[in-house]
């Protein structure tokens, strides 16, 4: 069969497929390095599936005809992160290479914004691409918070937690859900976030010193929050239900890139 007389559909819908091959790929590697115990392996299967199930009832629902080079890079960043959440599964048994996670983390975070910037060079921007790149920091930054709170304490999962506790808030406030304006202040917290939490995690400063880092983190982040929700409360507008293309702004701080 000619290659332009495949299903656009059927085409689209290999790429996540695709994308959990690479991760299994990844996670096999990533066993034989370190001898990667049954936490580590049994998370990164399940971040696998999950990711290619989502993906591919996401890439259905928008009916997209091409996946596009942008949703490449973030699939390859999705695939860094599997292993990263791998890593940290397995450091609950043992301890896990430092420069191994820290690696890796440091690649995906490097990568975040060069899908946006790939998007618009191509012209292939839509809302499940920034919706996608929404959701791999997000969990990313989960996982780095539950990382760092086995060394600092349970109460760094606030900084990786904020953001699920506002989209369960949504629903129970549904003006919560206005789309925000633009702000290049939440993309820059969003931005550092990653950034410090992964400082704190590489083990090369003092404690206390991490201690203050992630500290400074999670203040920015109450701050960046804290003055969405004072805006949104102010404005009071009535809320219908949001348009899929408006998400990328609606729940702050993670529309970084």
Known sequence: MALNNLDPARTVQQEPALGAGVQLVL??????????????????????????AALSRALHRSGLDSFGPANRVTLGRATLVGGVTALVADSFESAP?????????????LLDGVDGKVARRTGTSSALGARFDMEVDAFLILVLSVYVSMDLGPWVL????????FV????????????????????????????????AGADLLPRAVNAGV?????????????????????????VKEPLPREREEQEPVLAAG
């Open 27 to 52: 996670l096999g590697l990533l066993g034989t390095a370190i001898g990667m115990g049954v936490a580590g392996w049994l998370t990164g299967l399940a971040f696998a599936l999950a990711g290619w």
């Open 97 to 109: 290479p430092v420069t191994l996670l820290v690696g890796l983390t440091a690649v995906a975070l």
């Open 158 to 165: 606030l900084i990786g937690g904020m953001r699920y506790g």
């Open 168 to 199: 369960a808030a949504a629903r129970c406030w549904p003006w919560l859900n206005a789309p925000l304006p633009p702000s290049t202040a939440r993309k820059t917290v969003a931005a550092l976030q990653g950034v410090l939490l992964l400082l």
């Open 214 to 238: 992630v500290l400074l983190a999670l203040g920015l982040l109450v701050w960046s929050f804290g003055r969405d929700v004072r805006w949104l409360w102010l404005t009071g507008r009535t």
